[in-house]
């Protein structure tokens, strides 16, 4: 895999970020590669979440530069939601809009960004469900679907504006066991066709099977990273190793 | 005494409950007891000494048939096994006994208060002036409504753009008018302005009043519905590339709209009710309608027609804003 400016698709340097006086972010470098599958890993409070969200500034970081796909999304003038269209998100929470069906949900964004036709919009909504399996449930509203349902579709709802990257942050934390693995599924099918995606996460299974590379957050730095079969069996650092022996 | 439920099982000779109701005591029977408040009801009319000062007997008489009027709706509507609907009658029995006893003993000369206050004489005539009050009502009413509300709500998007200085201006303006009487309002507005120039109808004036009023307390319950939106939907709406006035129009403002009905509602409300106070502006609407007729035929009965008329659109009114309000809660709730 080439370290050519072209492959770069997201790159954080020097990402420092305060909460009042509590250093959030100490420092975090770091480059995601097209096509790359990068999960983000550690324990509670380590500034994963913080980190992703800086990246497409929900956060804003207090200093640092973050540039995706060439655009240095921080800089002042640039145009953030152009930028975020090319970023899809994933929460924990699923936010999908409880005013609107399924298939509203998806169709929104592509309608109201991209200036797609209402019939456009539909059709590749449509694909999408059947892509995450829930063709049947396009005209049902979020509290008629349950919790991997909801999840399902806040990732068809990101697919909707077709991104270059995908970020999750812990997409399956919120949900009951049995409703994990259909989500996961989604994701796996994702990278398997190519998708940039980094993955905030615990579910170590997952990782192991389709991370490229890991990064191991603790204190606001990253700690340790590398590939998952490096990681996972030869952790360097005393703290990756008293973390996984909680989570493995 | 329990009756079990029973199938009617006539082959086994069991008994069904139509044939235990048929042994029950006779005067347990339905039947007898309505028959009785029946009759209760009308010897309360035909029998009872009729006079508006009775004598002791006559008193004693009288409470003692209000105490078994009492005692027996008592048994009939707290006993369980009695259907409800028989307890709603006795029900009903009772309110019009009570209301009987009151009209004919309470001492009230009912001939009296009804020259005094409800005289058709009186409003012979007069109706069109105050209809035509109310005319004037409604108008001040929908206009300072739609204004009030559409200024409200563009304040609280305002709000929401955080910007220091705006904020600080839009909260001035919704404490000082929050803070300044209704009437005080209006009288600034219609007495005042003219001095710096500003000349306005009365009408216009009232309008302008309310409106100002209006939008102040619309503001603050559009904008805490607003912030009653999840952040989270914030978010995922700016996270696909959704502007912030989009987010706003497209996700906020249609969740929101079900958590601010019912404040709004009853805020319109007291605005309707609120036109009454433009009258101190020489305003012609309906209460000062029916204060002139009642000046010049010396008769209050006009400023009761008004209040029934209030009365006539303001119940509805507020029944029509609750059902509003149940008909949001049983839709979508607030975002997961």
């Keep these: 895999m080439g370290e050519e400016q072209g492959q ?43 980190f992703l969200r800086c990246l497409n500034r929900l956060e804003e970081p207090s200093s640092g530069e973050v540039i995706v796909d060439g655009i240095e999304v921080t800089h002042p003038r640039v145009d953030l939601n152009k930028v975020r269209a090319e970023i899809g998100m994933v929460f924990q929470s699923f936010n999908l809009f409880p005013h609107l069906t399924a298939i509203e949900n998806i169709k929104l964004a592509p309608i109201h960004v991209r200036g797609a036709s209402d019939k456009e919009a539909t059709e590749r909504g449509m694909v999408l469900l059947k892509k995450v399996g829930l063709v049947d449930k396009a005209n049902a509203f979020p509290d008629q679907l349950s919790g991997g349902q909801q999840q399902r579709v806040a990732i068809a709802r990101a697919l909707a504006m077709q991104p270059k990257v995908m970020f999750f942050d812990e997409p399956t934390s919120a949900l009951d066991p049995e409703m994990i693995g259909e989500v996961l599924d989604v994701m796996k099918s994702m990278a398997r066709e190519g998708m940039t995606m980094l993955v905030v996460s615990h579910e170590m299974g997952f990782i192991r099977e389709v991370a490229d590379h890991i990064l191991i957050m603790d204190g606001g730095i990253i700690i340790e990273e590398g590939a998952p079969v490096q990681v996972f069996e030869h952790p360097t650092q005393l703290r990756t190793q008293n973390f996984l022996s909680k989570v493995l | 005494m329990i009756i079990p439920v029973a199938c009617d099982d006539k082959r086994t000779g069991r008994r069904t409950a139509h044939e235990h109701y048929e042994r029950r005591l006779w005067f347990r029977r339905y039947a007898f007891l309505g028959a009785m408040l029946v009759v209760l009801v009308l010897y309360a009319i035909f029998l009872l000494p009729n006079t508006q000062k009775p004598s002791r007997t006559q008193w004693a008489l ?23 609907w028989m307890g709603a009658v006795a029900a009903v029995a009772f309110l019009f006994v009570f209301g009987w006893l009151f009209y004919r003993y309470s001492g009230a000369q009912w001939s009296k208060l009804v020259f005094v206050f409800l005289n ?69 507005v219609y007495y005042a302005l003219p001095y710096v120039g500003i000349l306005l109808s009365a009408v216009l004036s009232g309008i302008l009043a309310l409106t100002l009023n209006c939008s102040a307390y619309a503001s603050e319950i559009f904008r805490s519905g607003i912030e009653s939106i999840h952040a989270g939907q914030v978010e995922a709406s700016r996270s696909l590339g959704l502007s912030s006035m989009k987010t706003m129009r497209l996700v906020i403002l249609p969740q929101a709209f079900r958590v601010v009905v019912p404040p709004l509602t009853s805020t319109l409300t007291g605005l309707l009710k609120d036109t009454a106070v433009c009258s101190v502006a020489s305003i012609v609407e309906l209460l000062r309608a029916a204060l002139q007729i009642q000046a010049w035929k010396a008769n209050p009965t006009p400023l009761i027609a008004a209040t029934v008329i209030y009365l006539l659109i303001l119940i509805p009114l507020t029944r029509l804003s609750n059902r509003l309000e149940v008909r949001m809660k049983t839709r979508l709730g607030s975002a997961r």
């Design chain 2, 62 to 84: 009288i409470t003692g048939f209000f105490l078994l009027v009492l005692a027996w709706v008592g048994s009939l509507t707290t006993d369980d096994e009695k259907p409800t």
């Design chain 1, 8 to 50: 770069v698709m997201v790159e954080a340097v020097e990402i420092h970020k305060y909460f009042k006086d509590l250093h959030v972010l100490r420092g975090i470098s770091t480059r995601i590669m097209r096509g790359q599958v990068v999960a983000i890993i550690g324990p509670s409070g380590s500034g994963k979440s913080t």
């Design chain 2, 120 to 188: 058709k004489g009186v409003m012979e005539g007069e109706w069109v002036p105050l209809l035509e009050g109310l005319w004037v009502t409604l108008e001040i009413a929908i206009l300072s409504a739609i204004l009030g509300v559409l200024t409200g709500l563009i304040l609280a998007v305002l709000r929401s753009l955080n910007n220091w200085m705006l904020n600080l201006i839009i909260i001035a303006y919704v404490d000082v008018i929050r803070a300044t009487p209704l009437i005080v309002l209006v009288v600034v």
